[in-house]
Nanobody, 127 residues
Framework: QVQLVESGGGSVQAGGSLRLSCAAS????????MGWFRQVPGKEREGVAA????????FFADSVKGRFTIAYENAKRTLELQMNSLRPEDTAMYYC????????????????????WGQGTQVTVSS
């Protein structure tokens, strides 16, 4: 099985930047699609960004388009989320997720598509 470990969360003022990383370990697991999700207490988990491994196709929630970028480094098996121009409403627990199944453009940000999850890293943006 694959294990995912996120890092890079923290506190930042509005307008600032943070970079989240997610390291995948374990063998015999093909990573077809990886994504970042976020969740605040009392709300459903929200898809933020996803990437189709190999093809490099990326997908973003409308709320983060133009501010966040996602990238996967195959040699290190590390997923990154660069978050710029952060806003207080970006405050959440951020989770990394992956699946061995193909992720279509219409379903890439659906949490139900993913089978492995990290433990999360907190991002707090103050105004």
């Amino acid at each position: 099985q694959v294990q995912l470990v996120e890092s890079g969360g923290g506190s930042v003022q509005a307008g600032g930047s943070l970079r989240l990383s997610c390291a995948a370990s374990g063998n015999s697991y093909v990573l077809a699609c990886m994504g970042w999700f976020r969740q605040v207490p009392g709300k459903e988990r929200e898809g933020v960004a996803a990437i189709r491994i190999g093809a490099g196709s990326t997908f973003f929630a409308d709320s983060v388009k133009g501010r966040f970028t996602i990238a996967y480094e195959n040699a290190k098996r590390t997923l990154e989320l660069q978050m710029n121009s952060l806003r207080p409403e970006d405050t959440a627990m951020y989770y990394c997720a992956t699946t061995g199944n193909y992720c279509s453009s219409s379903r890439s940000l659906a949490s139900s598509q993913y089978t492995r999850w990290g433990q999360g890293t907190q991002v707090t943006v103050s105004s």
